[in-house]
């Protein structure tokens, strides 16, 4: 008798006991949670900040230098103008201060001096939420949430209904490989998305940023890790995306350059060059030693 009282307490002791292993672990990833939540924004906006409904997308960069805390100059003295619509190649080595650049436009950092301006505007007098709609970010290794595809593609916009995130996706190129999964747009994509290649991963990325329709592109090496049959279809993808919108591409492939109406270089967080590919000595082909590294 008393081994069959035993036996009947030993499963929820085993239970609990691996019930408290879990929990701590849940009680540190909320500890981390709210320090995070508990620190104070860097980057925080004005009383009288003014309300953005839709940018045109023209931006321009003046006399715009970044340092980090520990006064590392990151950027020094960059100036140039980008009418809206307009597709700007950005092209440098690793550490060379690209993604630092474009990070300033959706106040993700401010500068230490000059300004960044949205429409003639100064970026920081926009309200901050109003001011981060106008840009869609597709990066080099997407962020992907361990949920469904069709959650992951809504995250650019909770709102939309299920016919628009299945546009989005028909437009990345994205729907047929979705169909594909046996949970179709309710499959789980696991942590950061492990359960999907990559360039798999990139079409969820691209297929958010059609979804979001906003009228400033930011494409930071969005096929640089992918291979080239992959790299086919999202440059396809890519290009009906960045119709009518002002886009940045942060990339080092040439073909993914090839199309752009303005070509930066920056080396060592300086501007040495600035071409426009139809303007004489501008053709791609005759600056890949100096703009493509």
């Given amino acids: 008798m008393g081994g069959h009282y035993l036996r009947q307490l030993y499963a ?4 609990l006991g691996r019930k408290s292993a879990s929990l701590q672990g849940h009680l540190a990833g909320a500890e981390r949670g709210f320090a995070l939540l508990d620190r104070t924004p860097e980057v925080t906006e004005r009383p009288d ?20 805390h520990d006064d590392r100059q990151v950027l020094h003295d960059i100036s140039f103008g980008v009418p809206a619509g307009a597709r700007v190649g950005i ?8 993604t630092t650049l474009v990070s300033l436009m959706a106040r993700f950092n401010d500068p230490t001096s000059g300004a960044v301006l949205l429409d003639g505007l100064d970026v920081r007098d926009f309200k901050l939420e109003d001011l981060r709609r106008q840009f869609a970010v597709v990066l080099q290794e997407p962020v992907l949430f361990s949920t469904s595809i069709a959650e992951n593609i809504a995250y650019a916009r909770p709102d939309a209904a299920d016919e628009d995130i299945r546009r989005a ?28 290649s990559g360039g798999e991963r990139q079409r969820i990325s691209l297929a958010r940023a059609f ?23 999202i440059l396809e ?15 080092h492939r040439l073909n993914t ?26 053709e791609l082909a005759h600056t890949e030693v100096n703009v493509i590294r």
């Avoid at 350059?257 to 501008?282: A, T």
């Fill in 237 to 251: 993808a890519m290009e009906r995306l960045m119709h009518g919108r002002t886009t940045f591409i942060i990339a």
């Fill in 91 to 98: 092209a440098g080595r690793t550490g060379a201060g690209k």
């Fill in 169 to 196: 996706a028909r437009l990345a190129n994205a729907h047929d490989f979705i169909l594909g999964l046996k949970d179709g747009y309710q499959t789980l994509v696991g942590e950061r998305g492990m359960r999907l």
């Fill in 49 to 68: 900040a003014r309300p953005l409904h839709r940018a045109s997308g023209a931006i321009a960069y003046r006399d715009v230098s970044f340092a980090y």
């Fill in 12 to 15: 929820p002791l085993k239970t």
């Fill in 257 to 282: 350059l090839v199309r752009c109406d303005i070509l930066l270089n920056i080396e060592s967080g300086r501007l040495v060059s600035r071409l426009r590919p139809s303007e004489p000595g501008g």
């Fill in 211 to 233: 979804l979001k329709d906003a009228p400033i592109l930011i494409l930071d090496e969005p096929t640089s890790s992918v291979d080239v049959k992959t790299e086919a279809g």
